[in-house]
């Protein structure tokens, strides 16, 4: 059943979350990066639901609408441990997940969080964290940049407030060149991340995953990050991706992983709306999962080398 995408709040990991949401049948989780909001996914929801499924997306925590943490946490583990809340209270034990760069990293970290409950997972824009470590390079680490400027205390926030949220709008040019995106496209992440509150939250993402890496006490934390994914997986890059480079997605491979390319930047899923939704909707379905899942590996480490 196919209706108007809604929205409400529900409780998840003891936080108000605030979600969009459509559709009836097995749950799959949109979850959006930075800077963005869970209205990146407005394309994609209405086409799941017409497939046969309940589409979600929540604004990630501290991303207003949705509460941010009393206590500041959002580690990528307790991140993690929202997208499984939430699956809880929509009544769901299985679910799928696609994910835009932060929320591919955490798609892909829940997942081995949870490996019997995730069924599938979309990554889009980022890589999986092993395949991203491995292959960080001179250009890479320059277009990384903004990961070093985050962990400065105090200034991002203020930084990424002033003249309306103007450095938003600076990043998405930068990273998808090509995308001649709207002010309508941009108001809700404005929104989003217009109180100190919530830029502190968003930055949090990035203030917490050094820690979480290099922590050697948490040996199993860091296998969660960093080991190969633990889902059948798909791993979306945008060819003209300014922000992360095709070059990093070489050697993405697995038993059940492959790579596709779609013309476009960073937010390819927005540029190519439609292919996007095809390739995640293909993927999800039975068929979809199995046809050419191999077949294609050989081709796309070709056409990244």
């Known amino acids: ?4 995408v809604e929205s409400f709040d529900i409780t998840a990991n003891g936080l108000r979350f605030a979600v969009r ?13 930075f800077p963005d909001s869970a209205n990146t996914f407005d394309d994609l929801l209405p086409r799941l639901a017409a497939e046969g499924y309940r589409a979600v997306a929540p604004f990630m925590r501290g991303y207003a ?5 009393r206590d500041g946490d959002c580690r990528v583990t307790t991140l993690g441990r929202d997208i499984l809340g939430l699956a809880d209270a929509l009544g769901s ?7 835009h760069d932060w929320g591919s990293v955490i798609a892909l970290t829940t997942a081995a969080m949870a490996p019997v409950r995730v069924e599938r997972v979309v990554a889009a824009a980022v890589p999986p964290l092993r395949w991203f470590l491995a292959n ?9 940049w903004y990961i070093g400027y985050f962990q400065l205390p105090g200034w991002p926030e203020t930084h990424l407030g ?14 998808s060149p090509d995308w001649d995106f709207t002010e309508a496209d941009i108001a809700p992440v404005r929104a989003a991340l217009a109180t100190r509150a919530a830029r502190r939250a968003a930055l949090g993402y990035y203030r917490g995953l050094p820690g979480a890496l290099l922590s050697l006490r948490r040996a199993r934390r860091r296998r969660w990050l960093v080991g190969r994914p633990s889902a059948p997986s798909l791993c ?4 003209r991706d300014r922000c992360i480079g095709p070059e990093m997605w070489r050697g993405v491979t697995g038993e059940d992983c492959r790579i596709e390319g779609l013309p476009g930047g960073h937010f390819m899923h927005r540029e190519q709306p439609e292919a996007f939704a095809r390739m995640v909707t293909d993927f999800l379905s039975a068929g979809g999962m199995n046809a050419g899942l191999r077949s294609g590996r050989e081709a796309d480490a070709q056409r990244l080398a």
């Open 162 to 175: 002033l003249s309306d949220g103007r450095f938003i709008e600076w990043l998405w040019r930068r990273w």
């Open 1 to 4: 059943m196919n209706g108007p």
């Open 65 to 69: 609408p949705t509460a941010a943490p």
């Open 136 to 144: 960080m390079r001179p250009a890479q680490i320059l277009r990384s």
């Open 93 to 99: 034990q299985r679910f799928s997940l696609v994910g």
């Open 21 to 33: 949401a459509t559709g009836e049948g097995p749950l799959v989780l949109c979850l959006h990066g």
């Open 236 to 239: 979306v890059y945008g060819e």
